[in-house]
C-alpha cells in the first residue's frame, strides 16, 4: 500500500460524502438493463447502500439481504462469527483500514438448505463531482447445502478522483455453492481495491468470474481457503486494459485439506501502455494429498509498451498431487489469421475477431445465459472501442444507451 | 481467369515450385494431382498470398489483373477461394459471425450493401442445404472439434457462402467417408457455373468421377510436367507416378 498511502491520506481529508437521501426511490438511481436475469439490486452508491426505508431485507426462504450495518444492529448472532475474521497474515494497511472505518456494505445471508434462484446484484456506482474515498465491507454467508449467484457491478461515472477499497468475506459451508460475477468498468480516476476472502468447508463450490473492462487502477485480490476436504474454487477473470490503465489480479488458493480442487484462468488484452499484474499463487499443504491445482494466465500484448507481469506460482508441500501452471504471453495466431483473411476479411477485422473469441472465452464460463450473453456484447463494444466511461452507464441506464446490436447470433 | 506464368517460389531458400504454368479458363474444372510434398498446397498458397513464401519470379494473373502485390483479403474479394488440405481451428469464433463478418466484407469491396440479420440467416440456410449441414453454426466455433470429414464439408459451407470466381479445393476428398465424399463433391458441383472455375488438387480418382475435369495436371517437382484428359487421372490411378518420374527424368515431358 506504500505508494497509495499518500493519496489515502490525502482523500481522507476531503469531507465524505454524505448519504443520499434513503427516500428516494432505488430505481433513480439504477437500472440494470439485462432483460431476463430477474436479478435482486443491492445498490451502493458513492459507498451507501441505497434503499426506501428499509436498510435490510428478510425474504420468506429466510435469505436476508441488505446494509452490513443494519445487520450488524439487527442480526449480531448472524453477522458476528464472520465479521473482520481475517487471519493476520492475509491482512494489510489496507484492509486494516477498511476494518476500523468502513461506513457500509453489503450482508447476505443463505440459510441451511435453500437454493436462491435469483441473483442478487450488487451494484456499486461512484457518482460525485468532489474526490471521494470508499470503504466498503461486504459479508456473504451461505449455508449447507445452499445455492447463490452474486453478480457485483462497480462502475464510476464522472468528475472526481476516487479511492475504493472494498473487503468482501465470504463463507461457504458444507456443500454450499456460490457463483461470483464482477464487472469492473472504472475511469481513469478512480482506484479501486477489492479484497475477496473465500473460506470454504467440505465439498463446497465457489466459482468467481471477474471481467474489467476500464481499469483506473484496479486491484483484486482473491484469498481462498480450501478448508476441508472435496471442496472446489474455479477462478476465471479477464482484463481489458488500455492508454495507462493498471489492473493487478493477486490470487491466492490454500489447499489445506485433501481432495480439493482449484483452478485459475485469466486472460487479459494490453493495449497502449497500460500494464497488468497477475500472480497467481496456491499452496498445496502437506496434509492436502489428492490435490488438484490447475492455473493459467494468457496474455496478448498489443503494442511494446504494454507491460505484463506474470507470476503463476505453485508451492506444493504434499506428495499425491496433480497440478500445473502456465502463462503465456504473445500475439494472436498467424495461421488462424491467414485462414479469416483468406475468406475476404480485412486484417484489422481478422485481429479484432481473434481477440473477441480469446477475450470471450472467460465469458464463456458465466452460468447465467442473460448475463453472458450481455457480458460477451460488452467485451464485444470494449474491443471496437465502443464501450467507453461515458456510456458505462449501459450496466443501468435504460434511457442513455443506444446498444447496437452487429448480429443477434441467439437466433441463428 | 487465373494465368500463372513461368511461377518460382521458395520456402526458407529451397526451391519448391520451379516454373509452373497454368491456365484455367471460367466454366472449366482442373485437376492437380502429383506425388506427396511436390508443391500442390504451396502453390494454392501462393495463390491465396499466404505469407512466409519467396516469389522468385513469374507472375499469376486473375482476371486480367496481376495479384501479386495484393492482400490475402483482397485477393479472396476479388474471387479466389482456397478450400484447405488443413482447415485451421478457430476456438470462440462462431462459423456464423465468421462467414457473416467475410460475406459483409467481400460485399463492401465490391460495393454492395451488407447483408442484414435476416437476409444473412435466410442465405446460410439455403447453403447449410447444400452440403447437408444441420448444426447450428451460431454456436459452433470455426472447425473446433470438428472431424476431419467435418471441417472439410465446412470449407465447401464456405464456399457455398462466398460464391467465390475461381475455387482451388485442396485435397477436400481427403478423409471423408463415401457418403461425405459425395455430398461434398455433389456440393461442388451444384455450385458450378459458366461463370466460376474450379481447380481440384486430389490423389484420388474416385472425386473426379462426381467432379469431371476437363483437364488434369501432374504437378511434378515443383513443375507441371503433364497435362491431359480426364482419363490421364485413370491411369495415374492405376499405374502411379513412377512412369512419370522416368519419363520426366528421360526428358521426355517438357
Ligand atoms: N512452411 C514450410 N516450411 C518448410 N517447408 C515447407 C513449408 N511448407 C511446405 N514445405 C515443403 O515444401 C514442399 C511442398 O509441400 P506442399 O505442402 O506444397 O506439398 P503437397 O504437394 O501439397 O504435398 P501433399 O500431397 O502431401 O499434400 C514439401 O517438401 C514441404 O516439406
Ligand atoms: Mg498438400
Redesign the interface.
Known amino acids: 500500500m506504500k505508494p497509495f498511502a499518500d493519496y489515502l491520506e490525502q482523500l481522507k481529508q476531503y469531507r465524505l460524502q454524505t448519504q443520499p437521501d434513503p427516500f428516494r426511490p432505488v430505481e433513480e438511481y439504477f437500472k440494470c438493463q439485462v432483460a431476463n436475469m430477474g436479478s435482486i439490486m443491492l445498490p451502493i452508491l458513492n459507498g451507501w447502500y441505497v434503499h426506501e426505508d428499509m436498510p435490510l431485507t428478510t425474504y420468506e426462504n429466510g435469505v436476508i439481504a441488505g446494509s452490513i450495518k443494519a445487520a450488524i444492529a439487527q442480526y449480531p448472532e448472524l453477522i458476528n462469527p464472520y465479521l473482520c475474521k481475517l487471519q493476520e497474515n492475509e491482512k494489510s494497511g489496507l484492509i486494516e483500514s477498511n476494518e476500523h472505518e468502513f461506513t457500509d456494505g453489503i450482508f447476505i445471508y443463505v440459510p441451511d438448505n435453500t437454493k436462491v434462484e435469483n441473483p442478487f446484484q450488487i451494484v456499486s456506482l461512484v457518482n460525485s463531482r468532489e474526490d471521494l474515498l470508499v470503504q466498503n465491507h461486504n459479508v456473504i454467508y451461505v449455508g449447507n447445502n445452499s445455492e447463490l449467484s452474486i453478480i457485483q457491478c462497480d462502475d464510476s461515472t464522472k468528475y472526481g478522483k476516487t479511492f475504493i477499497n472494498v473487503v468482501t468475506e465470504i463463507t461457504l459451508s458444507e456443500n454450499a455453492r456460490l457463483h461470483y460475477y464482477k464487472t469492473e468498468n472504472k475511469e481513469a480516476e478512480s482506484m479501486l481495491f477489492n479484497h475477496i476472502f473465500v473460506n470454504q468447508k467440505a465439498y463446497s463450490q465457489f466459482h468467481s468470474n471477474a471481467i474489467t473492462f476500464n481499469a483506473g487502477y484496479v486491484c483484486n485480490d482473491i484469498h481462498v481457503n480450501l478448508n476441508e476436504p472435496f471442496a472446489e474454487a474455479n477462478l476465471y477473470g479477464l482484463y481489458l486494459v488500455d492508454k495507462t490503465q493498471k489492473c493487478n489480479n493477486h490470487i491466492q488458493v490454500r489447499h489445506h485439506a485433501t481432495d480439493c480442487k482449484s483452478s485459475q484462468l485469466y486472460k487479459g488484452i494490453m493495449d497502449d501502455e497500460s500494464e497488468a499484474t497477475f500472480h497467481g499463487h496456491v499452496v498445496v499443504e502437506q496434509d492436502a494429498q489428492r490435490t488438484a491445482a490447475f492455473q493459467t494466465n494468457r496474455n496478448l500484448l498489443l503494442t511494446d509498451k504494454a507491460k505484463i507481469n506474470t507470476k503463476p506460482f505453485l508451492e506444493i508441500y504434499a506428495d499425491d498431487v496433480q497440478c500445473s501452471h502456465g502463462a503465456t504471453v504473445g500475439q494472436l495466431?498467424?495461421?488462424?489469421l491467414?485462414?479469416?483473411?483468406?475468406?475476404?476479411?480485412?486484417?484489422r477485422?481478422?485481429r479484432k475477431?481473434?481477440m473477441?473469441?480469446?477475450a470471450?472465452?472467460i465469458c464463456?464460463h458465466v452460468e447465467i445465459q442473460a448475463l453472458k450473453d450481455r457480458l460477451s456484447d460488452m467485451v464485444q463494444r470494449r474491443l471496437n472501442g465502443e464501450l467507453t466511461i461515458c456510456d458505462q452507464c449501459m450496466w443501468h441506464d435504460a434511457e442513455n444507451s443506444n446498444v447496437i446490436f452487429p448480429?443477434?447470433?441467439?437466433?441463428? | 481467369m487465373l494465368k500463372i506464368e513461368d511461377l518460382h517460389v521458395s520456402i526458407k531458400g529451397r526451391e519448391i515450385l520451379k516454373g509452373v504454368n497454368l491456365n484455367v479458363n471460367a466454366g472449366e474444372v482442373h485437376a492437380i494431382m502429383g506425388p506427396n510434398g511436390t508443391g500442390k498446397s504451396t502453390l494454392a498458397s501462393v495463390i491465396a498470398g499466404k505469407d512466409g513464401y519467396d516469389v522468385t519470379g513469374g507472375n499469376i494473373i486473375f482476371k486480367g489483373k496481376n495479384i501479386m502485390d495484393m492482400s490475402i483479403e483482397d485477393r479472396a474479394r476479388e474471387g479466389i477461394f482456397i478450400g484447405f488440405q488443413y482447415p485451421v481451428e478457430i476456438p470462440g469464433v462462431s462459423i456464423a459471425n465468421f462467414m457473416r463478418t467475410a460475406l459483409n466484407e467481400i460485399r463492401q469491396y465490391r460495393g454492395l450493401d451488407p447483408l442484414n440479420g435476416a437476409q444473412f440467416l435466410k442465405l446460410m440456410n439455403e447453403k447449410k442445404k447444400i452440403v447437408e449441414l444441420t448444426e447450428k453454426l451460431s454456436t459452433r466455433s470455426v472447425n473446433e472439434g470438428f472431424s476431419g470429414g467435418e471441417k472439410k464439408r465446412n470449407e465447401i459451407f464456405q464456399m457455398a457462402m462466398l460464391e467465390p470466381m475461381l475455387s482451388i479445393l485442396d485435397e477436400t476428398d481427403s478423409g471423408l467417408d463415401i457418403d461425405a465424399l459425395r455430398i461434398v463433391a455433389n456440393g461442388v458441383t451444384k455450385l458450378k457455373t459458366k461463370e466460376n472455375a474450379t481447380i481440384v488438387i486430389t490423389h484420388y480418382q474416385r472425386l473426379l468421377d462426381y467432379i469431371v475435369p476437363d483437364v488434369v495436371h501432374v504437378l511434378f517437382d515443383g513443375k507441371i510436367v503433364k497435362s491431359g484428359p480426364k482419363e490421364l487421372a485413370l491411369e495415374l490411378e492405376k499405374r502411379g507416378y513412377d512412369w512419370i518420374k522416368e519419363e520426366y527424368e528421360q526428358g521426355k515431358l517438357i
Open positions: 495466431d498467424e495461421e488462424a491467414y485462414y479469416l483473411r483468406s475468406r475476404g476479411i480485412g486484417e477485422s481478422a475477431l481473434l473477441f473469441a480469446f470471450n472465452d464463456q448480429i443477434d447470433a441467439s437466433k441463428l
